[in-house]
């Protein structure tokens, strides 16, 4: 077997997420995705996507690279949730930082130009496991995607300390028992060649 990957990479980086649950099997409160990319078409950045009741049920988007989080919505974001792929969605300007001590918790920080400051923690670490997606094997993409994934039992998000409501629950992701808020990390989108 050839250990090099025949695809061509789209972006490397990290794509963590928390969706929040009323209750086990309820309705989501809450969905963030969030990006850290190293190398994509349109640089590097960082980008969070969010939806929930703290955001009156409306889409907002916080970013560092506006080029990066349009690319990322019209490449990736549309085949996730679509609703995240809408680009008359504004982008408001963010710096983003990283807190905590994982493997205990890990928090990303992004403080907005319109003085908002989302908070997004990951609690109840649990052990990683790696996903390997083809490309061509997903629905709605030709994408494929290699990924450390790292379930977390607890997690929360806020907005100017103002905390989603929801917990998030355990899933099961390609066979494996994991949760709706994990970590992504070392993460690798591709496309045929």
Same mark, same amino acid.
């Given at each position: 077997?050839?250990? @090099?990957?025949?695809?061509?990479?789209?972006? %490397?980086?990290?794509? #963590?997420? $928390?969706?929040?649950?009323?209750?086990?099997?309820?309705?989501?409160?809450?969905?963030?995705?969030?990006?850290? =990319?190293?190398?994509?078409? /349109? &640089?590097?950045?960082?980008? $969070?996507?969010?939806? !929930?009741? =703290? %955001? &009156?049920?409306?889409?907002?988007?916080? !970013?560092?690279? @506006?080029?990066?989080?349009?690319?990322?919505?019209?490449?990736?974001?549309?085949?996730?949730?679509?609703?995240?792929?809408?680009?008359?969605?504004?982008?408001?300007? /963010?710096?983003?930082?990283?807190?905590?001590?994982?493997?205990?918790?890990?928090?990303? =920080?992004?403080?907005?130009?319109?003085?908002?400051?989302? #908070?997004?923690?990951?609690?109840? $670490?649990?052990?990683?496991?790696? $996903?390997?997606?083809?490309?061509? !094997?997903?629905?709605?993409?030709?994408?494929?995607?290699?990924?450390?994934?790292?379930?977390?039992? #607890?997690?929360?998000?806020?907005?100017?300390?103002?905390? /989603?409501?929801?917990?998030?629950?355990?899933?099961?992701?390609?066979?494996?028992? !994991? #949760?709706? /808020?994990?970590?992504?990390?070392?993460? %690798?989108?591709?496309?045929?060649?």
């Amino acid at each position: 077997m050839n250990p @090099v990957d025949p695809n061509q990479v789209r972006l %490397t980086g990290e794509n #963590s997420f $928390i969706r929040l649950l009323d209750k086990e099997g309820g309705t989501e409160t809450t969905r963030v995705s969030h990006w850290r =990319i190293f190398r994509s078409p /349109a &640089g590097p950045g960082h980008v $969070i996507y969010i939806k !929930s009741e =703290i %955001t &009156g049920g409306n889409i907002r988007i916080y !970013s560092d690279n @506006v080029a990066m989080a349009r690319w990322l919505q019209g490449e990736i974001e549309t085949a996730l949730f679509p609703p995240f792929g809408d680009q008359s969605i504004p982008v408001i300007d /963010a710096e983003f930082a990283r807190v905590g001590n994982q493997p205990t918790v890990s928090s990303e =920080i992004a403080e907005a130009a319109n003085d908002d400051i989302v #908070s997004l923690t990951w609690h109840d $670490i649990g052990e990683p496991f790696i $996903i390997r997606f083809e490309a061509g !094997s997903m629905p709605n993409t030709k994408h494929g995607v290699y990924s450390c994934l790292i379930p977390c039992a #607890s997690a929360q998000v806020s907005i100017n300390g103002v905390a /989603a409501k929801g917990t998030p629950q355990p899933e099961e992701m390609a066979g494996h028992m !994991s #949760s709706t /808020a994990c970590l992504a990390w070392g993460e %690798t989108w591709v496309l045929p060649r």
